[in-house]
């Protein structure tokens, strides 16, 4: 139980083009889903809270105009990267909470976009 | 709001070894400590958690102990095996009911035959 599933899990695309990656939670609802960055070699760079049914919560510094966040269901949050340029290339890996408490949290398989 | 720490950056080991990796944490409210292994290309894998009630958790060959008073806890890994290789990421947070995880920087393990 508890999968995670991110599409596509690598993307490359042309400069100021629109790209859209999908998370979804397999086989439980998830109320929240997070969306990280991470460059190579560092840690996990937290961009954005998701709820379901309502606006996502970014964090500081994180372009919300850039970065459309839609948690439409329980089951499912997309996040758009808008008018794409080669500094957004990165790995992005949504994530989502399991548990009674909504404790533990299961990552997606993660998304390498490279924008020329 | 909560900062991590993470020791060491890189770790080699050979096949068989122990391995050791450890984090310190600033925020004495926080209560729940997740392990993650995140392998090439891929998404971070939770291995092992534990909560602030609880001082050490144990899973086959892996291992967390937590010291609330010292704000630390460590992962051990037995009996490493080359398959173990990969970056190791701790995670502290407060039970807020979703989980705002704050990373360590990570920890390379890398195995030898």
Redesign the interface.
Known sequence: GAV?S?HPSWVICKSGTSVKIECRSLDFQA??M?WYRQFP????M?MA?SNEGSKATYEQGVEKDKFLINHASLTLSTLTVTSAHPEDSSFY?C?A?YGT??????????T?LSVL | GENVEQHPSTLSVQEGDSAVIKCTYSDSASN?F?W?KQEL??????II?I?SNVGEKKDQRIAVTLNKTAKHFSLHITETQPEDSAVY?CAATK?T?????V????T?LLVSP
Do not use: A, M
């Not at chain 2, 290309?41 to 939770?46: E, I, R, S």
């Open positions: 995670v991110q109320t929240t997070f070699k560092q840690s996990l937290l809270t890996i994530s909470t408490g909504g404790e533990k949290l299961f990552f997606g398989s993660g390498q | 729940y997740p993650y290309g891929k998404g971070p894998q939770l958690d909560r990421f039970n009911g979703f989980q705002k995880l990373f360590g920087t990570g390379r």
